[in-house]
C-alpha cells in the first residue's frame, strides 16, 4: 500500500462548482498534513497546513481525520485559476522516505 | 525576499556523464531537501542536509549525492547518469528541525539521452 494515496483525476468542473479531493495515509505516526498546489511545469507550492481542528483560507477548506488517517480539501466558487495538480503531503519525523511523502496529486481542470 | 533558486533551468546530458545541480535556500532558511520528480508523479525525497551534514536519505543509488555548504546552498551530483534519471529535481528549504513547511524552487529539468 502505498504511503499517501490521492485519486488521480482528472476532475474536471465548470466555474463556480465546488470540488473536494480526498486522500488517506498509511503511516499512523504522520504528524504534519499539507496540501501543495502544482501549476504544470512549476514547482509545489505550499497552499495550505492541514490542522485536527479542520482549517479554512478563504475558497478552501482542509480537513483531518487521524481515526480514519483521512485528509480532504473543498474548494468552493471554482476559478479558472485554481486549475492546477493538488498534491496531498504527510510528514513523518526520522521516516525512511524523508520527512515530506507527497501523493502523486489530483489534477483539476475548472472550465468556463 | 528572495525565494529558493536553483541552477541550472534546463540541462541534457547523455548516458554515462555527471552533472551537478545548484540550489540557494530561502533567506533565513538552514535546511535544503532535494527531490526528484518524474512526469505524472509526486516528488520523491532523495536527501536532506542540514548544517553541513546529510541528516536523512531516501531509497536512492549512492550514484546520487549531494553537499551543503557554509552559507547553506547545496548540490546535487549525480554520476553515471541512466535514461531513467530524467526528471524534474526540485529542490526545497526550510528552517530548523524538525522540518515541516518546506519551499521548493523552481526546478531543474534534466533531460537524459
Known amino acids: 500500500r502505498k504511503e499517501v494515496e490521492q485519486d488521480p483525476g482528472p476532475f474536471n468542473v465548470p466555474e463556480g462548482a465546488t470540488v473536494a479531493f480526498n486522500c488517506t495515509y498509511s503511516n499512523s505516526a504522520s504528524q504534519s498534513f499539507f496540501w501543495y498546489r502544482q501549476d504544470c511545469r512549476k514547482e509545489p507550492k505550499l497552499l495550505m497546513s492541514v490542522y485536527s481542528s479542520g482549517n479554512e483560507d478563504g475558497r478552501f477548506t482542509a480537513q483531518l481525520n487521524r481515526a480514519s488517517q483521512y485528509i480532504s480539501l473543498l474548494i468552493r466558487d471554482s476559478k479558472l485559476s485554481d486549475s492546477a495538480t493538488y498534491l496531498c503531503v504527510v510528514n513523518i519525523p526520522g521516516g525512511s522516505q524523508g520527512n515530506l511523502i507527497f501523493g502523486k496529486g489530483t489534477k483539476l481542470s475548472v472550465k468556463p | ?113
Open chain 2, 1 to 113: 525576499d528572495a525565494g529558493v533558486t536553483q541552477s541550472p533551468t534546463h540541462l541534457i546530458k547523455t548516458r554515462g556523464q555527471q552533472v551537478t545541480l545548484r540550489c540557494s535556500p530561502k533567506s533565513g532558511h538552514d535546511t535544503v531537501s532535494w527531490y526528484q520528480q518524474a512526469l505524472g508523479q509526486g516528488p520523491q525525497f532523495i536527501f536532506q542536509y542540514y548544517e553541513e551534514e546529510e541528516r536523512q536519505r531516501g531509497n536512492f543509488p549512492d550514484r546520487f549525492s549531494g553537499h551543503q555548504f557554509p552559507n547553506y546552498s547545496s548540490e546535487l551530483n549525480v554520476n553515471a547518469l541512466l535514461l531513467g534519471d530524467s526528471a524534474l529535481y526540485l529542490c526545497a528549504s526550510s528552517f530548523g528541525e524538525p522540518s515541516y513547511e518546506q519551499y521548493f524552487g523552481p526546478g531543474t529539468r534534466l533531460t537524459v539521452t
